[in-house]
């Protein structure tokens, strides 16, 4: 794929996501304004985040876009790394909005912020990404999994106290993540 056209698709779902992206962030730096001190509300909103704007990503919800990238000559994998990142992006965005409104607040915790939620975001949309292609039971069992991973990451950074091995886990389940989406896009590949 070329970066003209992963630009071209990136900017193109952002736009259809545009309001849903703007609601995230505002969202975000409300909860920063009276969220205690800590980085346990960030950590849960800025992954939910993520997870609701990944099954905005579901196939039906944009019909025009949708048509045009199944038209594309591109690959299942080329594919799955365009439409991820447009969550990625959003769920990062409302993540370093919340470090920041912590920073002008006087809060110690935003560098916290900055370094401890954004591995768990990713892995927890990458997660959430895989029931946009599914229906029913599985896609509920994905959307449970992608809290799953949350769970996981903040036993890991909050109680545990152990970022290493959050960013280790988170890095790991966000490559399969990744890889697992990309093979069920690559199923509908015509070639």
């Known amino acids: 794929m070329t970066a003209r056209a992963f630009a071209g698709m990136l900017q193109a779902r952002l736009y ?3 309001r849903l992206v703007a609601y995230s962030c505002g969202c975000a730096v409300l909860v920063a304004l009276v ?11 800025c ?4 997870i609701i704007i990944a099954l905005d990503q579901t196939p039906g919800r ?4 949708d048509r045009c990238e199944q038209s594309a000559p591109l690959f ?22 919340f470090a920041c409104t ?17 591995p768990a975001v990713v892995a927890c949309t990458l997660t959430a990404l895989s029931a946009t292609t599914r229906s029913g039971a599985t896609r509920a069992l994905y959307v449970l999994l992608a809290c799953a991973v949350l769970g996981g990451a903040y036993a890991l950074a909050v109680i545990a106290d152990k970022f290493l091995e959050e ?12 890889r697992q989406y990309g093979e069920t896009l690559a199923r509908f590949d015509p070639i």
Do not use: N
Not at 47 to 50: D, E, P
């Open 16 to 18: 259809v996501s545009r």
């Open 35 to 45: 969220a205690p001190a800590g980085v346990t509300a960030p950590l849960f909103l």
């Open 47 to 50: 992954s939910l985040i993520g």
């Open 62 to 65: 944009h019909r025009h876009l």
């Open 76 to 97: 299942g994998r080329e594919l799955a790394r365009a439409k991820a990142l447009v969550p990625c992006i959003a769920a990062l965005l409302a993540t370093v909005l």
């Open 102 to 118: 912590q920073f002008a607040g006087g809060s110690p915790y935003g560098l916290a912020t900055l370094v401890v939620v954004p």
């Open 167 to 178: 960013l280790a886990f988170c890095i790991i389940v966000a490559f399969f993540a990744l």
